[in-house]
């Protein structure tokens, strides 16, 4: 027995010996190399998972340059293109859109239906026509003339498509719009230019209608005038 801190120890005997901690230090030996080899083993482990990731993280690299390399395409073909693309949430809010007028910000437009953005002719038609697609579930076009502050006068030939989820739900549209206003003035003015010539033609042909029967009844006078003269 000894004094610590004026408290008396009790040491049993059998922890006391020698052969005691020769077994204690050959119990921990073990441990220790039971350890080691657990260590070792999830080091390897971990080796296996980092190629594992690696050799997954190659094709994922890859495909994700060539979706930038895509995005980057797509950018530069339709950047100076008369087209917008979008789609919204079953409510009509945007949560994605591309090709977006110059002066709108995302904020601007993000979360929003087209009545919360735009105010003119058109818009209500537009908000309509998708709602129209959405309920009966099948793609659909219609040309929209707008006239609103923000661009003016443009007619938009627009196709909307209705989302599904996995569950077969409708989540929402897709859609895209190209502007038309060029082609549809143009086409204004040759069906004014058609209905010009039709006026014109039809004009013709009672003048000429006019003229031979003018024509005839000349000649109907200038005959009893003739026969009128003979009887004398």
């Known amino acids: 027995s000894q004094v610590f801190d004026s408290?008396?120890?009790?040491?049993?005997?059998?922890?006391?010996?020698?052969?005691?901690?020769?077994?204690k230090a050959l119990h921990l030996e073990k441990m220790l190399e039971?350890?080691?080899?657990?260590?070792?083993?999830?080091?390897?482990?971990?080796?296996?998972?980092?190629?594992?990731?690696?050799?997954h993280a190659a094709p994922v690299e890859e495909l994700t340059q060539n979706l930038r390399r895509a995005e980057g395409f797509l950018h530069f073909i339709l950047q100076n293109a008369p087209i917008v693309m979008g789609h919204q949430d079953k409510d009509l809010r945007y949560l994605f859109i591309?090709?977006?007028?110059?002066?709108?910000?995302?904020?601007?437009?993000?979360?929003?239906?087209?009545?919360?953005?735009?105010?003119?002719?058109?818009?209500?038609?537009?908000?309509d026509f998708k709602k129209e697609v959405l309920e009966k579930g099948m793609a659909s076009k219609r040309e929209i003339t707008f006239e609103t502050e923000l661009f003016g006068s443009k007619t938009f030939l627009i196709y909307v498509e209705?989302?599904?989820n996995k569950l077969g739900e409708k989540i929402g549209i897709n859609y895209m719009g190209?502007?038309?206003?060029?082609?549809?003035?143009?086409?204004?003015k040759m069906g004014k230019l058609r209905e010009d010539n039709a006026v014109r033609k039809a004009m013709e042909s009672e003048l000429n209608k006019t003229i031979h029967i003018t024509e005839e009844t000349m000649r109907a006078k200038q005959m009893l005038a003739t026969m009128s003269h003979e009887i004398r």
Do not use: C, H
Not at 35 to 49: D, G, H, V
């Open 7 to 23: 408290e008396k120890i009790e040491i049993n005997e059998v922890y006391d010996t020698v052969g005691y901690w020769k077994q």
């Open 34 to 55: 039971a350890s080691r080899e657990r260590e070792r083993r999830l080091i390897e482990k971990s080796n296996e998972s980092l190629k594992t990731m690696e050799s």
């Open 98 to 127: 591309y090709n977006k007028f110059p002066s709108l910000r995302e904020q601007d437009i993000l979360g929003k239906t087209d009545i919360e953005i735009f105010d003119g002719a058109g818009v209500k038609e537009s908000q």
């Open 162 to 164: 209705p989302v599904y």
């Open 178 to 188: 190209m502007e038309v206003t060029d082609q549809v003035r143009k086409r204004e």
